[in-house]
Nanobody
Framework: QVQLVESGGGSAQSGGSLTLACAPS????????MAWFRQGPANTREAVAT???????FYADSVKGRFTIFRGNENNTLYLKMNNLKPEDTAMYYC????????????????WGQGTQVVVSS
């Protein structure tokens, strides 16, 4: 399994920006697909974005055009750049990883981080 540590959460005003980071450790074969999920006040977990090993990306409709998922060159850190934030983006954001196989919003992930809180005020 992969260990995932998120950072970068905090508070922002509507229209603002935040960048989340996820530092993974473990076998590269267990992190070929990585993703960001979120769980808001309604307590339902939503897949926000995924990134496959060759760079293929998928986004939830609610964040398309505003969020960008990318992987840095240093230590395979995964990022989520969030622009034009809205109050409905308020949630606990989780990083997730899985090994080889499909890499879509509906894929099943095997490793999870502890989460980082994002609060957006209007």
């Amino acid at each position: 399994q992969v260990q995932l540590v998120e950072s970068g959460g905090g508070s922002a005003q509507s229209g603002g920006s935040l960048t989340l980071a996820c530092a993974p450790s473990g076998s590269p074969y267990d992190m070929m697909c990585m993703a960001w999920f979120r769980q808001g006040p309604a307590n339902t977990r939503e897949a926000v974005a995924t990134r496959g090993n060759f760079g293929t990306k998928f986004y939830a409709d609610s964040v398309k055009g505003r969020f960008t998922i990318f992987r840095g060159n240093e230590n395979n850190t995964l990022y989520l750049k969030m622009n034009n934030l809205k109050p409905e983006d308020t949630a606990m954001y989780y990083c997730a990883a899985r090994g080889s196989g499909d890499c879509y919003l509906g894929s099943r992930f095997t490793s999870w981080g502890q989460g980082t809180q994002v609060v957006v005020s209007s």
